[in-house]
């Protein structure tokens, strides 16, 4: 009878469902088609109808399925009870994003539109809320203006602040400023706490367009970020899961430290392969080795990763959890991982001299740097090294005679890596990956723990070397995951929107430049205009707009290339420890090479959408919960700095004023507007300037200045700087530094729109 069933059902997705359910429901996908294909809503007597269903039981099935459709965002039900598809070009599905000043804006799931929300609909939202809204025109700015139909989950549970007493009522102002409404709090659940200080507070009630959101003081966390409390306080900001529930600590008791006998049969022997890792010298998980050796047309480039999918299962504990953490969170002094220690350091890191399973990709290079052909295969291997970027440096580029001694074996094949390297570079360079010139930092703590100063990092070609080996292996996943169809997220990298490419051509107009491309540049023509301008006075400031131009990455299941990297496709498969995406691209692979196909995979592509938006958040949230922490060591550090001068460059403007960057300590501060001349001055967002009405005075972005440090908030993660000199910057060269004479008070500005709070500057 099933033989008959599959020959017979429509759905393409039957053997899915039957091999789920005893009595197979309506795929969703199916559902959904059927109700393209009438091309109007449908209610559910007519699906049943439609989708010819005559039992009782199957009746049921399609009634909890819709259901859980609705739950999901697939569809809503009109006012006449049929359902309508959500993610058309009306209704659209996504998570809210905040803005400071009051509005917010829906990024849909699927195909990444903005639609804008007014902020009296945020009046009943908060920040990461998943919704479903209608698009109803454009905003005053000509973009999509969107109304709320339904909020499908809330995000925010609780929140960090400040607990005030105002006339007798007490409420929380929220440290995220992405956190529009303040937190009101009955006077029986302020829990102790006095006002002024820091408090946890649980949110009861959430916001509706009536009244502000209803909360209680949950724990009291003092009456400053005091010294070792950044972490704390910058995952409760942004809520970052840290303990492990009992069920995941439960799951993982009985794993060892070695790998057991019977995990290892079947796979590849790879143990004998010296595979070596190259990381950080401050690395503690290791999930990427390489090996490589020439070839009679090329390169053989091995790529060994940690099977992380061999031990995280979907539908466990801790599977659930990797999902629900996204990611691992980096902060100066510590790690909140995706996985637990005994997984994240132990059995899937590629520890040297031990066994460990890995998924391999094994990729053919050509002389000029191509990718001729990969293929995919679970392995066991056995690291023969563990080696920092600086050792590999140090060999290769300086011939350091006591590591070349001491890593004699290993030698040869660091060589053929770098041979290797050396042609995936200058491919890069063909196709015209953009490469923008930025610098990264890192703390150096002393013996107390205290920011004893703050260093650039510096990358050697052994970073590059890693690096394009990583994203060549990341591009053969693409393709496999192409090839085969199955269902998995790709890094997607948009280029650059309608309105930032506007303003990015009116700004270059200005200094004489053209960025070749029309309406749609490719990344060569970015490229290009990179090189045109590195003997430029002006080069940083040009180079900081095209920056900013650029949209950000995200994950999605639907593949639109990768435009910084000028790659058609491009899959994150290199770190599944501490990236969920990587995850599911190993498991969507590890399906295909153990016999399934596209249709048989347990994963439906609406449940890919949504992981692929929640992955995309948790990296967000990961980023934003670091540069908190980040920032507040870097007001820790300058606390004892004021009244002392510094050079620095204008790495911010501002309607309210200008952000500053210190040369050779790399911390952030804002010159407040008032602080500028007397004088009314006009903010151009085009030219990234301010201009002065009377004097005619200048400042843009990459001005050279000098500043004075006049105010450090930890609490605030604020740094005010008072303006000593400026010189700016024309494309004609450098003019001279002169003094600014400060007269008091500023009558203030013109131009720009500011909110009901300043958006939080002193950037990390």
């Not at 599959?6 to 393409?12: E, G, H, I, L, T």
């Not at 439609?50 to 909890?64: F, I, K, N």
């Not at 002024?196 to 009630?205: D, P, T």
């Not at 997984?343 to 066994?355: A, R, T």
């Amino acid at each position: 009878m099933a033989r008959k069933q599959r020959a017979v059902s429509p759905d393409p997705y039957f053997e899915r469902e039957q091999a789920k359910y005893e009595q197979p429901i309506p795929s969703r996908e199916y559902i959904l088609e059927v109700l393209r294909e009438h091309g109007r809503p449908l209610d559910r007597d007519e699906l049943i109808k439609t989708l010819s269903l005559d039992s009782p039981e199957a009746v049921e099935a399609l009634r909890r399925r819709l259901r859980a459709m609705e739950r999901d965002g697939q569809l809503i039900r009109n006012r006449r009870r049929g359902y309508v598809i959500v993610d058309n070009k009306d209704l659209v599905r996504g998570r809210v994003t905040a803005h400071p000043d009051g509005w917010g804006y829906v990024k849909a799931d699927t195909s990444g539109m903005k639609v804008f929300l007014s902020p009296r609909q945020m009046r009943v939202l908060m920040h990461g809320d998943r919704v479903v809204v209608r698009v109803v025109g454009l905003d005053a700015d000509g973009r999509p203006e969107a109304e709320l139909v339904e909020v499908l989950h809330r995000e925010t549970e609780q929140v960090v602040g400040r607990f005030l007493l105002e006339s007798g009522v007490g409420f929380v102002v929220p440290e995220n400023r992405r956190i529009l409404h303040d937190i009101i709090v009955p006077a029986d659940a302020a829990g102790g706490a006095q006002p002024g200080q820091l408090v946890v507070a649980e949110i009861l009630e959430q916001p509706s367009l009536r009244r502000q959101p209803i909360g209680r003081v949950v724990k009291v966390l003092g009456e400053h970020i005091e010294a070792g409390m950044e972490i704390e306080v910058a995952r409760r900001v942004h809520d970052i899961p840290v303990d492990w529930p009992e069920e995941v600590l439960a799951e993982i008791a009985d794993l060892g430290d070695e790998v057991e006998e019977a995990d290892k049969a079947g796979r590849v022997d790879l143990r004998e392969l010296p595979l070596v890792t190259i990381d950080g010298a401050d690395a503690r998980d290791f999930d990427d080795a390489v090996y490589c050796e020439p070839t009679a047309k090329g390169w053989r480039l091995i790529v060994a990763i940690a099977d992380v999918s061999h031990y995280v299962r979907p539908g466990t504990a801790l599977g659930n959890e990797a999902a629900r953490r996204g990611t691992s969170v980096y902060f100066p002094r510590a790690v909140v991982p995706m996985l637990p220690e005994a997984l994240s350091n132990g059995l899937c890191s590629l520890n040297p001299q031990v066994d460990r399973l890995c998924m391999c990709c094994e990729m053919q290079i050509g002389p000029a740097g191509q990718l001729r052909s990969s293929k995919f295969y679970l392995g066991v291997m056995r690291s023969h090294a563990r080696l920092t970027y600086d050792e590999v440096a140090a060999m290769l580029i300086d011939g350091d005679p006591e590591l070349c001694v001491k890593y004699a074996d290993l030698l040869p094949h660091l060589h053929h890596l770098y041979g290797v390297y050396q042609s995936l570079r200058a491919a890069r360079e063909r196709r015209g990956a953009i490469d923008f010139d930025t610098t990264e930092t890192k703390l150096v703590f002393d013996e107390q723990g205290r920011v004893e100063r703050i260093e650039p990092v510096v990358r050697n070609d052994a970073h590059k070397l890693i690096e394009e080996c990583m994203v060549t292996a990341n591009v053969a996943a693409a393709r496999f995951l192409l090839r085969h169809k199955v269902a998995a997220l790709f890094r997607d990298h948009p280029g650059p929107d309608a309105d930032k490419l506007d303003q990015l051509r009116q700004f270059l107009a200005q200094l004489g430049l053209t960025l070749e491309g029309g309406e749609e540049p490719s990344p060569k023509d970015y490229a290009r205009l990179i090189r045109k301008i590195q003997n430029r006075p002006d080069r940083n400031l040009i180079q900081t707009v095209l920056l900013r131009s650029m949209q950000a990455a995200d994950y999605r299941p639907v593949n639109i290339g990768h435009f910084g990297l000028a790659l058609e496709a491009y899959a994150h498969f290199t770190s599944p420890i501490r990236r969920y995406p990587d995850l599911l691209v190993h498991r969507a692979i590890r399906h295909v090479l153990t016999g399934g196909t596209a249709k048989d995979y347990p994963v439906r592509m609406d449940e890919m959408v949504a992981l692929g938006e929640h992955c995309s958040m948790t990296e967000r949230r990961a980023d934003e919960a670091s540069r908190d922490a980040v920032m507040t060591l870097k007001c820790e550090y300058m606390a004892d700095k004021i009244g002392q001068e510094f050079a620095g460059l204008v790495s911010g403007v501002t309607s309210f004023g200008l952000f500053v960057e210190l040369e050779d300590v790399f911390v952030d501060g804002l010159v407040h507007i008032t602080n500028l001349e007397n004088d009314y001055f006009h903010f151009d967002p085009v030219g990234h300037r301010l201009t002065g009405e009377r004097t005619g005075k200048v400042y843009r972005l990459t001005d050279r200045v000098v500043v004075r440090v006049a105010r450090v908030d930890k609490d605030e993660r604020k740094i005010d700087f008072d303006l000593v000199a400026h010189q700016p910057q024309t494309g004609r060269g450098e003019s001279e530094m002169r003094p600014v004479e400060r007269r008091q008070p500023a009558r203030g500005v013109r131009g720009g729109r500011h909110g009901r709070r300043e958006p939080r500057h002193g950037r990390a």
